[in-house]
């Protein structure tokens, strides 16, 4: 079984930014994969933001890239996602994922952390 817990969620200016965290423990053999994945209210769907993928490739939705930097330690134990230049449609509850490699990023699978709520005023 594996826990994640988020952490680093707030009510940030627009243009600003946060720094997202999240601790992974328990045993994940094959679940190598580690990502942030976000949800908006009345949506069902949680969508990928950023990971760390197959053979540890970085990958990042459009929107974000160029503004938000997904990282991790070298345990994998925890992963963090620094949000900058933050916008009005950032705002969601940010979930971290860890999922076998193989997942494609559009197919909500594996472990699930319980959310960070950030929220954007403009």
């Known amino acids: 079984q594996v826990q994640l817990v988020e952490s680093g969620g707030g009510l940030v200016q627009a243009g600003g930014s946060l720094r997202l965290s999240c601790l992974v423990s328990?045993?994940?053999?094959?679940?190598?994969?580690m990502a942030w994945y976000r949800q908006t209210p009345g949506n069902h769907q949680r969508r990928f933001v950023a990971?760390?993928?197959?053979?540890?490739?970085?990958d990042y939705t459009d929107s974000v890239k160029g503004r938000f930097a997904i990282s991790r330690d070298s345990d994998r134990n925890a992963l963090f996602l620094q949000m900058s230049d933050i916008r009005p449609e950032d705002a969601a509850t940010y979930f971290c994922?860890?999922?076998?490699?193989?997942?494609?990023?559009?197919?909500?699978?594996?472990?699930w952390g319980q959310g960070t709520q950030v929220t954007v005023s403009s």
């Open positions: 994922n860890v999922r076998r490699s193989q997942i494609p990023w559009a197919f909500e699978s594996g472990y």
């Open positions: 990971g760390f993928g197959v053979g540890d490739g970085l």
């Open positions: 328990g045993s994940r053999s094959g679940f190598n994969a």
